[in-house]
T-cell receptor
């Protein structure tokens, strides 16, 4: 009964490279949320997806960032041409949706851009 | 957009003291969630609240869903060293979007 799995836990990228962050939701969960966290700060909403659909991407930067949650496989947060300011912890949460929604988080991916 | 105001931002208390923190919003939420985050880890769900007025306990933790559906509080009784961390409130709106407060950092003085 695995929880939300994120990988990699740590990712180092040079400026200009691409970063791909993966999130496998809990079994039976069809809703995925991505959040970004800077040191000593709160969780900033980025995007909310259901299977094959982006429901709300109001927190995503307009350029270089994209997210998907395909019918099969994990949700992917993709950052193209990374810059130093992209360095942060990125957390994914999943929930079953519907009434009485509880969301559970993964351990996060810590992205460092050098 | 919807925002949650979480207070206090940080607390310094003595071991054994009770702790109280709260979240307020101008928006209505259908569900309130409380999480704790330890350094280097993901947030862990502590308590979920689904009905206005609901009062729920989990060990030394007690949380309530405000009657107006615009606020919630979390109490921790008889704090211990492992309670140190960041506590986040989160509200789930009618579109299932989860909005987080900025967190309350709990410090326990030696």
């Amino acid at each position: 009964n695995a929880g939300v799995m994120q990988n990699p836990r740590h990712l180092v990228r040079r400026r200009g490279q691409e970063a791909r962050l993966r999130c496998s939701p809990m079994k039976g969960h069809s809703h995925v949320y991505w959040y970004r966290q800077l040191p000593e700060e709160g969780l900033k909403f980025m995007v909310y997806l259901q299977k094959e659909n982006i429901i709300d991407e109001s927190g995503m930067p307009k350029e270089r960032f994209s997210a998907e949650f395909p019918k099969e496989g994990p949700s992917i947060l993709r950052i193209q041409q990374v810059v130093r300011g992209d360095s942060a912890a990125y957390f994914c949460a999943s929930s079953p949706g519907g009434r009485n929604t509880e969301a559970f988080f993964g351990q996060g991916t810590r992205l460092t851009v050098v | 957009g919807q925002q949650l105001n979480q207070s206090p931002q940080s607390m310094f208390i003595q071991e054994g003291e009770d702790v109280s923190m709260n979240c307020t919003s101008s928006s209505i939420f259908n569900t309130w969630l409380w999480y704790k985050q330890d350094p280097g880890e993901g947030p862990v769900l502590l308590i979920a609240l689904y009905k206005a007025g609901e009062l729920t306990s989990n060990g030394r933790l007690t949380a309530q869903f405000g009657i107006t559906r615009k606020d919630s509080f979390l109490n921790i009784s008889a704090s211990i060293p492992s309670d140190v961390g960041i506590y986040f409130c989160a509200g789930v709106n009618r579109d299932d979007k989860i909005i987080f407060g900025k967190g309350t950092r709990l410090h326990i003085l030696p």
